[in-house]
């Protein structure tokens, strides 16, 4: 230890005096980057500091004192599949609250390490039934890799509606797919929700209601419920927190240093050159870019490419870059990036390629700057030591403080650096705002929450409210219509104050929505265009992109995603990104629309035609469901397409994702690379990947 570094022990030992545990904590995290990035192992002193503060982790086995070994010993706990892991002294605390049964709800910062939380108390406590609620299907795909390779063996882990119940099952889900085992699960012993934040309109303007739903469905059945959020001032009291605990941590693991560059904007420099002249210092340093919208994305890493030599050779980016050529465009902003070690992330890619994108940023030391949009931001965890925002807003909003500090949070990482960077590059608000969480029912999803399980969720005022709309649409459609659209069905698209155009719109095309039965996609076209024109949420052009894109699309595992997209491009100007975006809305909010339509239409007439097999197919953006399935967990359904043509396994069979999982398990990673032909080199990268994350 030199003399500098003793100075600062001294230091961290003074604010520790003066009980100012938090400055203490930060300067000796400073202090272990310094000697860390020195090759440096901290002595007895630094250890002992690091037990005082309570980062038992960071206690060095090799020089701490007897004492010291002891105490992280102590705080060492089986975090599944007989991993054993050393919690910090925040995390433990939190631990034990939650092995007494307790229902929690808890904030905490981004590099708190909630996730070792939730596993050790699944392995110390082993219970039957665990739901662990996600917001995004990136979030839900590390959960799943997570959760599989620590208890595959003693549990089903179930993460599609088709799945069958074992005797003991971890559920892993986006809200709106849960609703599928609402009617199958008498209770639960543990109910966790990520990103609980994300049930508030304050902070998620379209998904909020499917996890309030949620709640409302599965929270009185379960025994015992752990909701986490990031960086939250305070909980205010809500319906949807009666009866938890309210649990706030502020022990972060990572220190940040935050660089306002916009201020040296404007005055001899301007914003791409600041970007580029930083990035030019964190050369092959792991860096993630924030940029507001996939455009800007596309924008933004153009810029970056320009300025940036090409990865060598041998570059697994390379491999990348020519797979993606090779499967989906030539030429592509994609492929081009990464032929300069630059990575895309945003909602619209295919879910095996973002997964791929993750991986890539982790395993290769070219991949040293990813641009994403919030996709990334939004818990998922990756190797960045540096972010930098391009921009201060998500889409056309400005950033609040929580926002923010929830983006600033991904730099850094435990265990990877001490240390994370945030550079701003346009004015961030203040990070001293206080953010609260505050969860009431918006008036125009009353009619949702219109049964006996919601009542204790809800005012005197909003049950009236509900009686009063009740009311209103029973006296113009009738109390039939009413409890098939909204006690049986409960519409996900169309809200209540939207259901007098939905039924004109849906009387209006009744006769021609019996063409989307049709095998010919041209007999699609008009009722989607009429359904589209009076009820779908975005400009004309998007609806007439959409109808265009639809029937190509309904063929895409016939033909090479390729073709169809030189074919979508030639008739109608539609690139890859647009189509990923395309698709994306297709088999989620359109498929919803239509399917809410149905609903509809069969509640007003009783001889209306079925729509159900056409909306599946569109869910599964007309794939073979176990294909589109598969892609989840990472296989591409190009990849895919390879392993049926071979005859080794039929992928269009109609069984369930657990029969077609343990299938490929039986197969082995093994036999598919050798006994499938065609299979390029980062083929066999993708499917090592994916073996990697149903392995039991």
Not at 230 to 243: A, I, K, L, Q
Not at 442 to 456: A, G, H, V
Not at 586 to 607: E, G, K, R
Not at 609 to 618: C, E, G, M, Q, V
Request: with cysteine.
């Amino acid at each position: 230890m030199t003399e500098g570094q003793f100075d600062k022990a001294q230091t961290v030992a003074g604010f520790l005096a003066e009980g100012n545990e938090k400055e203490a904590r930060n300067d000796l995290i400073l202090l272990l980057d310094e000697m860390d990035r020195s090759g440096e192992r901290p002595n007895a002193l630094v250890n002992h500091l690091a037990r005082e503060v309570g980062l038992y982790p960071h206690i060095d086995d090799s020089t701490a004192s007897f004492s010291d070994l002891l105490a992280k010993d102590l705080f060492a706990v089986d975090v599944g599949g007989g991993r054993h892991a050393v919690l910090h002294r925040d995390q433990s605390i939190l631990l034990k609250r939650l092995v007494e049964g307790r229902s929690l709800v808890v904030s905490a910062p981004t590099s708190f390490g909630k996730s070792f939380v939730i596993d050790a108390l699944i392995s110390i406590s082993r219970p039957d039934n665990v739901m662990i609620v996600v917001p995004t299907i990136a979030l839900a795909d590390e959960a799943r890799r997570r959760i599989n390779g620590k208890f595959a063996r003693d549990y089903s882990i179930i993460t599609t509606a088709d799945m069958p119940l074992g005797r003991k099952n971890i559920f892993v889900f986006p809200a709106e797919r849960a609703s599928g085992y609402f009617n199958k699960l008498e209770s639960l012993d543990l109910l966790v929700v990520d990103e609980f934040y994300k049930a508030s309109p304050m902070y998620e303007k379209a998904r909020y209601a499917a996890l309030m739903k949620l709640i409302v469905q599965l929270k009185r059945r379960s025994q015992q419920c752990y909701f986490l959020a990031p960086n939250m001032d305070e909980v205010r009291d809500n319906p949807f927190t009666f009866g938890m605990e309210s649990l706030r941590f502020d022990l972060s693991t990572v220190v940040l240093r935050y660089h306002d560059e916009y201020k040296s904007i404007g005055t001899g420099c301007d914003k791409a050159s600041r970007l580029m002249a930083i990035l030019s210092g964190l050369k092959g340093r792991k860096t993630l870019v924030y940029v507001k919208s996939p455009a800007e994305l596309s924008r933004v890493a153009s810029l970056i490419a320009d300025g940036r030599e090409a990865v060598p050779e041998n570059s697994r980016m390379l491999e990348f870059a020519q797979w993606f050529e090779d499967n989906y465009k030539v030429g592509s902003g994609i492929s081009r990036s990464a032929r300069h070690g630059i990575l895309h992330h945003y909602g619209g890619l295919h879910r095996s390629i973002a997964q791929i994108v993750v991986k890539l940023f982790e395993d290769s030391s070219d991949a040293d700057v990813l641009v994403a949009t919030s996709s990334l931001i939004e818990g998922v965890n990756t190797s960045a030591e540096n972010v930098i925002l391009w921009n201060n807003k998500s889409g056309t909003l400005k950033f609040n403080s929580f926002t923010y500090r929830n983006i600033a949070g991904r730099a850094g990482r435990m265990f990877r650096h001490f240390v994370g960077n945030v550079y701003n590059l346009e004015q961030p608000p203040s990070i001293c705002e206080q953010t609260y969480l505050d969860i009431r029912i918006p008036e125009r999803d009353l009619p949702l929450f219109n049964d006996s399980e919601s009542e204790p969720f809800l005012t005197e005022d909003q049950i009236k409210a509900i009686k009063t709309k009740e009311n209103s649409i029973v006296e113009k459609y009738g109390g039939v219509f009413y409890r098939k659209v909204f006690v049986e069905y409960a519409p996900l698209y169309i809200s209540s104050d939207k259901i007098d155009a939905a039924v004109f719109a849906v009387n209006h095309v009744r006769n021609m929505l019996s063409g989307l039965l049709q095998s010919d996609p041209r007999g699609w076209r008009l009722p989607l265009e009429i359904v589209l024109n009076r009820l779908y949420q975005a400009s004309p052009e998007c609806r007439k992109r959409m109808v265009s894109v639809i029937a190509p699309m309904s063929d895409s595992w016939n033909f090479s995603i390729r073709s169809m997209l030189e074919s979508l491009e030639r008739d109608f100007g539609i690139g890859v990104d647009e189509y990923f975006k395309l698709e994306k809305d297709l088999t989620y909010s359109v498929a919803s629309l239509l399917q809410d339509c149905n609903a509809i239409n069969m509640a007003l007439h009783a001889n209306a035609a079925d729509l159900t097999p056409f909306i599946n197919r569109l869910k599964v953006a007309f794939l073979p469901p176990r294909v589109y399935d598969l892609e989840e967990y990472g296989l591409p359904r190009m990849i895919s397409r390879k392993i049926h043509s071979s005859g080794l396994l039929d992928l269009e069979r109609d069984v369930s994702l657990a029969v077609m999982l343990d299938e490929l398990r039986k197969l082995g990673r093994e036999s598919v690379i050798h006994k499938v032909p065609g299979l390029s080199g980062f083929d066999e990268y993708i499917i090592d990947h994916f073996f990697d994350g149903i392995r039991k």
